[in-house]
């Protein structure tokens, strides 16, 4: 039996990442993966970056990874987004940037006669937003293969991060995990009457499968760990003291909500999802 600890949404908590790499040490892991977004919202970026290529056997690019490495055009930008673009962008060197924009797409492996397939957000597009709110032909849509995919084959086990809530379901004799976030952990669904402790969410999540890798014999074990670390947000606050969008990010990482729930609302209102009735 192998463990594999997979890691997303790190986003420039060194805090979070740290509790997170030493937790992985005491459980006698194999092998750790990370699913992308290592940059953007927080301010220890490049130490981000040196621990993940440390630490983990892949890595995979994110959305922010690939945004904040390109040619962005800023002719139709704001001045705060301008600014938002060029201190993200200027806390890479161009070593960590060139790393960065190369990072693969998409990863797959056998675990227990099961493929496994890992990307950032889905299979399509490395920024859509996919959630166990969907409905069942998009989430079927996460198990299929596109052009960005390692091979044509309909996965059995699809591993993936971006949205920073972790969940697992299963639909068509078939696995959808999501890993949740290593530094940015955010709940959609608030609402002042029903919420529980917050601190249920804004903790460094997740998860590590065991099983046989590689091998291609269904008749096996496997199993799946959603784990939450908690990490001192303070000392990340604190170390965070050139951060432009200081307020938006202690709001997701104390209070794990998200800064533009408007964008969220909107999602929801696509999925037939009334924001008040939640």
């Not at 750790?32 to 130490?47: F, P, R, V």
């Not at 409905?135 to 960005?148: C, E, G, T, V």
Request: proline share 2%; hydrophobic share 35%.
């Amino acid at each position: 039996m192998k463990k594999i600890a997979i890691i997303s949404d790190i986003h420039g908590n060194l805090e979070s990442l740290m509790a997170v790499l030493e937790d992985i040490k005491g459980r006698n892991v194999d092998k750790i993966m990370c699913l992308g977004d290592i940059i953007a919202k927080g301010s220890n970026q490049q130490q981000c970056i040196e621990l993940i290529k440390n630490n983990c056997d892949i890595v995979l690019r994110g959305n922010c990874d690939e945004y904040f490495t390109s040619n962005i055009d800023l002719s139709n930008k704001s001045k705060q987004e301008i600014d938002r673009i060029n201190w993200n962008k200027n806390k890479l060197t161009q070593e960590n940037a060139e790393y960065l924009s190369k990072l693969p797409y998409c990863f797959e492996f056998y675990m227990s006669g099961r493929l496994v397939r890992l990307f950032h957000a889905t299979p399509e597009k490395i920024n859509d937003f996919v959630g166990n709110i969907d409905n069942i032909d998009r989430l079927y849509m996460l198990f299929l293969p596109s052009k960005n995919t390692t091979s044509n084959q309909i996965a059995d086990i699809v591993i993936y991060g971006h949205i920073h809530t972790p969940f697992i379901q299963r639909i068509y004799n078939r696995t959808i995990i999501n890993t949740g976030s290593v530094g940015n952990s955010i709940d959609v669904f608030r609402n002042a009457k029903k919420d529980g402790n917050v601190k249920n969410t804004t903790v460094a999540n997740y998860l590590i499968i065991s099983g046989n890798y590689n091998s291609k014999n269904i008749d096996e074990k496997i199993s799946y760990e959603l784990i939450s670390i908690p990490y001192n947000i303070d000392k990340e606050l604190k170390s965070n003291t050139d951060n432009i969008e200081m307020l938006s990010y202690e709001e997701e990482i104390r209070n794990g909500k998200y800064r533009d729930m408007e964008k969220i609302y909107k999602s929801f209102e696509v999925r037939g999802i009334d924001k008040n009735k939640i």
